[in-house]
């Protein structure tokens, strides 16, 4: 229990709060801080697109993805497994993939280039509603596949036509995750950086890339933390939210999936066609990248991919992109060891359910904590490693462990959100029959918790790894330069374009996406229905 | 007759086409309360949800007042369906519970769900929340739920099987008496041959998704139509008139 509580509590404090606090006391290193910058029309300016941007990107995400839910978990079909796959694809893409697979879909002589959508606030809307369908069709369909139709069929018996069924009972009964799952949107989207940085261009931005913008271009370290607190108002605010919807949640009495699911029927055209076209519309970026990524200067080709082993055009990279695979994957492994390691630990005492109020807000605390890197700026986090962690007492600058522990951190709440509801799942009977034949606690703890829990850890694991391998914020930060990890190097050869780089940058993410994918399509064999909902 | 049914048929397909219900016919008069007994997989609750098209007839037609209402959308039917576990509305009062189906037909609901929460003995529980009431406080919300429009027929599911032995005994009679007052034709499925006999007009015999007798409870019990019933009603087969 002490175990299980302190190291998950000292690995973010050191690693997590002293950084971002450090960051933030920055700006106040002069005395008062730099609350001038609040004040300045281009960041109002950017607080308002942050804002607009996650709230308009989580209502659309939500209107699109509700029907999709009841689709892929109220409805049963050939194929549908394969289908709630694929869906959390878009979700673990790296954000620079999918900035480059938008901008090549959108730019003149793409796809949909005709739709003149470059460098506009819409793309950018689009690319956010892209990451985050996933998020509200797994946390709104696994509480919808849970909960019991009779409710329904009552209504329906009483006289309620479909559309009202679902009015007055479908819909307050998935209000709690609905809720849950647009405040996590709105989180991800006000915290977005890699896609808007990739489409966004000098005329758009966000709260995040202008805290990167500050930190590294302008080097004004106080206005910067200025505008991490402000984020971190934000996104506390969201997360007290989200917990308040999830806690709700729970009073719903669950079903095993296998009764709620039905044949469609022709009620069901709707949110078939808007399932339908939206899968159309989320394939369309990835075959608009693997295009792109065949065309070799004047014709058709794997160039690109050739061009691969070497270091680009004008020498844009130290080291060729198969050795920054090379660095993602190894860095991804141990990122993905340290995150398991303390979210497994921090799950099985959440898990527990303390007799005392005082233990249970104690847990819900400790609860809030672990979700806190979840919506704390990437930037903020990365630019906080650099100032704290490379002076005595800890002196990491030269040390590889930093990336890992820094991508470690973003995946953590995602592996907790896998494993908890898994282990708050086991009846504590169980527990106790296991005690009462003669168990001791940590056998206890091996033959039923670790038993049960080890399918989704391995799942959580999967989708860590995904994670790491994506991260981009934190990471541009930290990786050093004779040791990069391929979205950073993504990124770099976009910045200069020229010669062959482009294309380059193109091929470099398909191999990324393909990694990505074919990681996912491992751990959705695994079968757990808690990856990637909240 | 109120309610015909003639040979419906209900097939699972997710089951290997297992055949649940099989050529069942049965008719109901108008007031007259049924029930269908029948060892536990019998089939009786799946008839109850045909009745009520929630599930889709293989084969067979029912018809109401003789008008064929097989293919009839289930919220058109103006019947009411009473679960085992209740199915309250748990994000509703007890008041709005009551008053659902009136509000969906936008009738004036205020007046009646009073009446009715006094009817199943619940006066004053109106503003209650329901996941705040005990089983058998559920139940009788239910109930008054179930009979709120004025369905012309009740459909009750095990309603009192959830329940412990002596509430399940009082409940019993006060549902009696609430379908015999309301002249509610009604068709009351249970497992429970006390139940039934104490509850119900006449009751259907069903194993394994067959209709084996139809009769009142004195004949049904002097009379069982076979050796399966016989031995469903724990009576002895060799002193029965097989």
């Known amino acids: 229990m002490a175990l299980g509580v302190g190291v998950p509590l000292a690995f973010l404090a050191i690693f997590f709060l002293w950084p971002v606090v450090a960051m933030v006391g920055r700006g106040f290193s002069d005395g008062l801080p730099a609350l001038e910058v609040l004040a300045r029309p281009r960041t109002l300016r950017l607080i308002g697109l942050t804002l607009a941007q996650a709230a308009i990107a989580s209502v659309a995400s939500v209107l699109i993805g509700v029907p999709i839910a009841h689709v892929l978990y109220r409805l049963r079909f050939r194929g549908r497994g394969l289908l709630r796959a694929l869906v959390i694809v878009p979700f673990v893409m790296p954000t620079v993939v999918v900035g480059v697979a938008f901008r090549t879909l959108l730019r003149e002589g793409g796809i949909l280039g005709f739709l003149e959508l470059d460098g506009t606030f819409v793309a950018i809307l689009l690319a956010l509603v892209y990451f985050n369908i996933a998020v509200v069709v797994r946390t709104v369909g696994g509480t919808w596949e849970g909960l019991d139709t009779r409710q329904e069929e009552a209504a329906q018996v009483l006289g309620a036509t479909p559309r009202r069924v679902f009015v007055t009972v479908t819909l307050p009964r998935l209000a709690p995750s609905v809720v849950a799952a647009a405040s996590i949107v709105f989180l991800f989207c006000s915290t977005a950086f890699g896609v808007v940085l990739v489409l966004g261009g000098s005329r758009f931005g966000t709260i995040e890339t202008e805290i990167w913008l500050l930190t590294t271009q302008f080097l004004d370290l106080r206005a910067a933390s200025v505008l991490s607190i402000a984020q971190i108002v934000i996104v506390a605010g969201m997360l007290v939210l989200a917990a308040r919807a999830r806690g709700r949640s729970t009073a719903e009495r669950r079903v095993g ?86 979210a497994l630990m921090a799950s099985l005492v959440l898990s527990r359910r303390p007799r005392s109020v005082r233990g249970q807000r104690a847990l819900e605390l400790f609860d809030g904590v672990l979700m806190l ?162 | 007759m109120a309610l015909e049914i003639s040979g419906v048929t209900v097939r699972f397909e997710s089951a290997g086409n297992r055949v649940a219900v099989d050529d069942v016919s049965l008719d109901i008069g108008t007031g007259e309360v049924l029930g269908i007994l029948g060892p536990s997989g019998s089939g009786k609750s799946t008839l109850l949800r045909a009745i009520c098209g929630l599930e889709t007839l293989a084969a067979g037609t029912v018809l109401w007042d003789g008008a064929d209402i097989t293919d009839l959308a289930v919220h058109e039917r103006g019947f009411a369906l009473m679960f085992q576990d209740g199915q309250l509305f748990t994000h509703q009062s007890v008041t709005q519970n009551v008053g659902y189906a009136l509000r969906v037909r936008r009738l004036p609901a205020a007046a009646r769900v009073d009446e009715l929460l006094a009817l199943v003995g619940l006066a004053g529980f109106g503003d209650r929340r329901v996941t705040s009431l005990s089983g058998g406080e559920q139940q009788r919300v239910a109930l008054a739920r179930s009979l709120a429009a004025s369905p012309r027929l009740l ?83 060799a002193d029965s008139a097989v």
């Open chain 1, 373 to 534: 890197p979840l919506g704390v700026s990437a930037v903020t986090l990365g630019f906080g490693f650099l100032v704290t962690l490379n002076q005595p007492p800890l002196d990491l600058r030269s040390s590889p462990v930093l990336v890992p522990i820094a991508q470690a951190l973003v995946a953590l709440p995602l592996v907790v959100r896998t494993i908890l509801p898994v282990l708050r799942g086991i009846d504590p009977r169980m527990r106790e029959s296991a005690a009462v034949l003669g168990s001791p606690p940590w056998r206890v703890l091996r033959d039923v918790d670790l038993a049960i829990v080890a399918r989704p850890v391995l799942a959580a694991s999967g989708l860590a790894f995904a994670v790491a391998l994506g991260e981009f914020g934190a990471t541009t930060f930290l990786s050093r330069p004779d040791r990069p990890t391929l979205p950073v190097v993504i990124y770099r050869l976009i910045g200069l374009p020229g010669g062959d780089n482009f294309g380059m940058a193109i091929a470099a993410a398909v191999v990324l996406a393909a990694v990505t994918v074919g990681v996912m399509a491992i751990v959705e064999r695994l079968r757990v229905g808690t990856i990637g909902a909240f």
């Open chain 1, 257 to 342: 999936a296998s009764h709620s699911a039905r044949a469609p029927r022709r009620s069901d055209s709707l949110p078939v066609a808007v399932a339908v076209v939206t899968g159309v519309l989320l394939a369309l970026p990835v075959v608009a990248l693997v295009a792109r990524s065949l065309q070799f200067r004047d014709g058709w080709g794997i160039g690109n991919y050739l061009a691969l082993a070497g270091t680009g055009s004008r020498n844009a990279l130290a080291v060729p992109v198969w050795q920054a695979l090379g660095n993602s994957l190894v860095i991804a492994v141990q990122a993905t060891a340290i995150a398991v390691l303390i």
């Open chain 2, 155 to 237: 459909l009750l599911d095990e309603p009192l099987s959830s329940l412990d032995r002596e509430l399940r005994e009082r409940l019993a009679r006060d549902l009696r008496s609430i379908l015999t007052a309301t002249k509610q034709t009604a068709i009351f499925v249970t497992h429970d041959q006390d139940e039934a006999f104490a509850i119900c007009d006449r009751v259907a015999i069903i194993i394994d998704g067959r209709l084996v007798q139809v009769g009142t409870p004195a004949q049904v019990r002097l009379a069982p139509a076979s050796a399966a019933v016989a031995s469903f009603l724990g009576l002895d087969v």
